[in-house]
């Protein structure tokens, strides 16, 4: 019998993989379920992103191979883009590395800069590929606690208590998914004396600045941030490219080289005309943020009506493109909650213990749904 790696029985198959196909299967049966689960965009790109990939596959070359760090005009757009947006000065050349979505980012950064036997610390609540990334290259997942009661922002006082000598990442990401919390900067100066002081690479997951958020801001603007962190960025939610996969992760020459090392191993460089699409997107002025907002804003307020419903409570300074909602007092557990909204209300909603321990008690709902479905939402309660 050919055995599989031991490196598989570190992990699960991903949360989404699994719920999705039961969700399929109840539609396939012919049930009405309306998914509100994941954040995968609904909305298409612009109209001028769309045409430039299309006239992009009638370029010489356009097929072949392209450079494993991105064409240089992607990478001179990026940095346009981070420029304007967040104030950060790059290098185009050796401080931005664009990738096949931010997620493969994940997999490449731990696998430039974590042993076996390392620690890699992890929000809880957090994006799940965190953990299992770590596992999967052998170093060991230790959780810090994100609390409403904190802002879903560490304890970096009662986390320097702890023996952090074999730390060598620290994941975070602000805004916070799953929870919408934003990082105020004197929050993210401390983030970086506090990876300074214990050697540690403090690296910002980035993907939802410009939605539903007033103010966008990036750690690597903050002085001294690029000896120590990096960033990744991606286009999937702000740009509606999920599909796309179009990502970068930004930060100091050594630390960027260190990533391409891995990367340029696992692929082959990204298709040309999505790279010219990606460029066209990172010039898109304001009044696509501005119309982008406008429907995540009119598909919250609703979505505020549903949670209501299910009386749960929520902040309304949260950002992003979910709602975090903490359920009812003696409410059952997220996941039973779930699953009995899912097959006696056919709607699906995601339990936030997928995220960690600390999600036990909410929910999230996705605003990647239509006014339509989610008014029929409302209309089963």
Same mark, same amino acid.
């Given at each position: 019998m050919i055995r599989t790696a031991n490196r598989l029985h570190t992990v699960e198959e991903y949360y989404f993989s699994k719920k999705l196909r039961e969700v399929r299967g109840l539609i396939a049966?012919?049930?009405?379920?309306?998914n509100m689960g994941i954040g995968?965009?609904?909305?298409?790109?612009s109209e001028a992103i769309i045409k430039s990939i299309q006239?992009?596959?009638?370029?010489?070359?356009?097929?072949?191979?392209?450079?494993?760090?991105?064409?240089?005009?992607?990478r001179e757009a990026v940095a346009d883009f981070y420029s304007l947006k967040f104030g950060v000065t790059l290098d185009a050349s050796t401080e931005i590395l664009p990738l096949m979505g931010s997620k493969e980012g994940i997999m490449h950064i731990s696998m430039a800069f974590l042993n076996e036997g390392d620690v890699a610390l992890i929000p809880n609540p957090g994006y799940p590929t965190y953990t299992?990334?770590? +596992? *999967? #290259?052998?170093?060991?997942a230790k959780y810090y606690n994100l609390t409403a009661?904190?802002?879903?922002?560490?304890?970096?006082?009662?986390?320097?208590?702890h023996d952090l000598t074999k730390v060598k990442i620290m994941w975070t990401s602000y805004p916070h998914m799953p929870t919408?919390?934003?990082?105020?900067?004197?929050?993210?100066? +401390? *983030? #970086?004396?506090?990876?300074?002081?214990?050697?540690?690479?403090?690296v910002n997951d980035n993907p939802y600045s410009f939605v539903l958020n007033d103010s966008p801001a990036s750690i690597l603007a903050i002085d001294g941030a690029k000896d120590v962190a990096l960033e990744l960025n991606s286009l999937s939610k702000t740009f509606n490219m999920a599909g796309w996969r179009v990502g970068m992760v930004l930060g100091n020459a050594e630390h960027i080289n260190a990533v391409l090392k891995v990367k340029s191993?696992?692929?082959?460089?990204m298709f040309y005309g999505i790279q010219k699409g990606a460029i066209e997107a990172l010039k898109s002025g304001q009044e696509w943020f501005d119309k982008l907002n406008e429907v995540y804003s009119s598909r919250r307020a609703l979505m505020y009506r549903l949670a209501d419903k299910l009386n749960c409570t929520y902040d309304t300074d949260a950002v992003g493109m979910f709602i975090w909602a903490k359920l009812p007092e003696g409410s059952k557990s997220a996941e039973e909650f779930i699953d009995e909204v899912l097959y006696e209300k056919n709607l699906f909603i995601t339990p936030g213990t997928i995220f960690g321990?600390?999600?036990?008690?909410?929910?999230?709902?996705?605003?990647?749904?239509?006014?339509d479905k989610i008014k029929e939402a409302i209309s089963r309660f």
């Open positions: 049966e012919g049930r009405p379920v309306i995968s965009p609904d909305l298409a790109p006239d992009a596959v009638l370029e010489s070359g356009a097929h072949q191979y392209q450079s494993y760090q991105g064409l240089p005009e992607l299992s990334v770590t +596992k *999967l #290259v052998g170093a060991e009661e904190s802002g879903w922002f560490p304890d970096l006082e009662e986390l320097q208590e919408g919390a934003t990082a105020t900067e004197a929050q993210f100066k +401390k *983030l #970086v004396a506090f990876a300074k002081k214990n050697d540690i690479l403090l191993n696992m692929d082959s460089g321990s600390n999600g036990e008690g909410y929910i999230r709902f996705s605003l990647c749904v239509t006014e």
